[in-house]
T-cell receptor, first 112, second 113 residues
Framework: SQQGEEDPQALSIQEGENATMNCSYK?????LQWYRQNSGRGLVHLIL?????REKHSGRLRVTLDTSKKSSSLLITASRAADTASYFC????????????FGKGNQVVVIP | DAGVTQSPTHLIKTRGQQVTLRCSPK?????VSWYQQALGQGPQFIFQ???????QRGNFPDRFSGHQFPNYSSELNVNALLLGDSALYLC????????????FGQGTRLTVV
């Protein structure tokens, strides 16, 4: 079974708008990571947030983590057509070890 | 600085055959993990190698095996291929077995016919 579950699973927005996607998980974690995947290719590491952090920024990305609700959100500001991709969250610790458990992913389409 | 590199990028095999996929980790990384990603799904953990030993294993049959070499590169072997083994196989490397910040390669697209 999947640890993370992103919500919503499909999002279509206009270029310049913000895109927000969420991820929930079931057990305690050490870290939560977000990845981007273009057209079924490799995963690009976007950002890692540790369990003792609440918010983290990287360029146009903003990630929040609420360990009490076991959820995280990824915000992409001022979206671009190049942001069109699938976005996955991955958590560790679900199996009591440090391997990653992925959700099913969010498909984001940015319309030029 | 080269990232994680995988070869080949695409592969077509016949049911029942055997396949070997290769991965070179990011410079400075000594831990390699392999994942299988079916179409429309998130990656599923296969196993992890550290110090040339399999440290963790996901819910995959023994047909899936691996190896890690002294230079930290790794191979994934799949025997007796099934149609259901068709997927994107991803390799990820980390700077230490307890460090879960993982960087992925571009993957190998395996098609079993």
């Amino acid at each position: 079974s999947q640890q993370g579950e992103e919500d919503p699973q499909a999002l279509s927005i206009q270029e310049g708008e913000n895109a927000t996607m969420n991820c929930s998980y079931k057990t305690s974690i050490n870290n939560l990571q977000w990845y981007r995947q273009n057209s079924g290719r490799g995963l690009v590491h976007l950002i890692l947030i540790r369990s003792n952090e609440r918010e983290k920024h990287s360029g146009r990305l903003r990630v929040t983590l609420d360990t009490s609700k076991k959820s995280s959100s990824l915000l992409i500001t001022a979206s671009r057509a190049a942001d069109t991709a699938s976005y996955f969250c991955a958590t560790d610790g679900f199996y009591g070890n440090n391997r990653l458990a992925f959700g099913k992913g969010n498909q984001v389409v940015v319309i030029p | 600085d080269a990232g994680v590199t995988q070869s080949p990028t695409h592969l077509i095999k016949t049911r029942g055959q055997q396949v070997t996929l290769r991965c070179s980790p990011k410079s400075g990384h000594d831990t390699v993990s392999w994942y299988q990603q079916a179409l429309g799904q998130g990656p599923q953990f296969i196993f992890q190698y550290y110090e040339e030993e399999e440290r963790q294993r996901g819910n995959f049959p023994d047909r899936f095996s691996g190896h890690q070499f002294p230079n930290y590169s790794s191979e994934l072997n799949v025997n007796a291929l099934l149609l259901g083994d068709s997927a994107l196989y991803l390799c990820a490397s980390s700077p230490g077995v307890m460090n879960t910040e993982a960087f992925f390669g571009q993957g190998t697209r395996l098609t079993v016919v």
